[in-house]
């Protein structure tokens, strides 16, 4: 079987472009849409992260900010800069840049967060807006996977998808996501008994469970869909995803790679929401 290989870089770029269109439409009636990221301490990977995502914002035309914080900070500290964004009319984005340092309570900083300003989707308002399928704002990473199944034009419905994670990130609203397109959906865990016989059950495997090639050809049906959205540094410096790329090619029928799948579609994801935001306030509907 020929594997087609999912280019997140190009679906990213290709969004990026409605996405520059609709900022203009926004400039055209005095509004800028404004983003907020939050950093705690020097985290090497967040740093990247973040550097990333204001290239992403200025290529765009956003007006964004990067607001560090030193590692000695406290979560006061913290929780008084979110008040401020949370009433500043520039920013329509406010984003958390984790992890956070050890005696932060991460629960306590994203229910600080205006519900309508929560770009990650992660505040409990959110959250339960999603699970209602009346979602304000959809976690960047599912939402982003969801636009690749859409982009290549995968059909969801009546599909048996399997979740592998049950992070609040990602595989909690994933399952959402895809019940609510209509699929049966199972979540599994790295620590699911047989994982290989609930995840060759699929049609659509998401995989983002934090371990690296997880998932071999073994345990990936014929003709399945493989979305991983796994990314991790190894001992040599190359990057990995949970899937064994290489193994599964010629099983699935259409898989994503790693870089350059699901990673670019997450920052692009985090930029249409802020829009959406900024597009909500300028129509009167948005409010702290």
Do not use: W
């Not at 409605?18 to 939050?38: F, H």
């Not at 895809?178 to 979540?187: F, K, M, S, Y």
């Not at 870089?259 to 249409?272: H, N, Q, R, S, Y």
């Amino acid at each position: 079987m020929q594997t087609r290989i999912i280019d997140g870089n190009a679906i990213a770029r290709d969004l990026r472009v409605g996405l520059i269109r609709r900022v203009a439409a926004l400039a055209a009636m005095g509004v800028r849409p404004g983003l907020a990221v939050l950093q705690v301490g020097d985290h090497p990977a967040s740093r990247i992260y973040v550097r990333n995502k204001m290239k992403a914002c200025g290529e765009a035309g956003l007006y964004s900010e990067h607001i560090e914080l030193p590692a000695e900070a406290d979560e006061s500290t913290l929780l008084g800069r979110i008040r401020i964004l949370n009433q500043d009319a520039r920013i329509h984005g406010i984003l958390v840049q984790l992890p956070l340092p050890a005696g932060f309570s991460a629960e306590r900083v994203v229910e600080a967060l205006a519900p309508a300003k929560d770009v990650d989707g992660f505040h409990p308002t959110n959250v339960g807006l999603l699970t209602l399928g009346n979602p304000r704002f959809v976690p960047c990473t599912p939402l982003g996977v969801m636009r690749l199944i859409e982009r290549e034009e995968i059909d969801v419905q009546g599909r048996h998808a399997v979740v592998v994670g049950r992070s609040n990130i990602v595989g909690k609203p994933m399952a959402l996501l895809l019940l609510q397109r209509g699929a049966t959906v199972t979540i599994c865990n790295s620590r699911t008994p047989d994982l290989g016989a609930m995840t060759s059950q699929a049609d659509i495997l998401v995989v983002a469970a934090g371990r690296p090639r997880l998932v071999t050809a073994r345990m990936v049906k014929p003709g399945a869909v493989v979305i991983d959205v796994g990314i991790t540094r190894l001992a040599d410096g190359k990057l990995a995803g949970d899937v064994d790329f290489q193994s599964v090619l010629g099983t699935a029928s259409c898989i994503t790679p790693v870089p350059g799948g699901v990673g670019p579609m997450t920052i692009a994801m985090l930029l249409e929401n802020t829009v959406m935001s900024a597009e909500r306030t300028s129509a009167g509907r948005g409010s702290p």
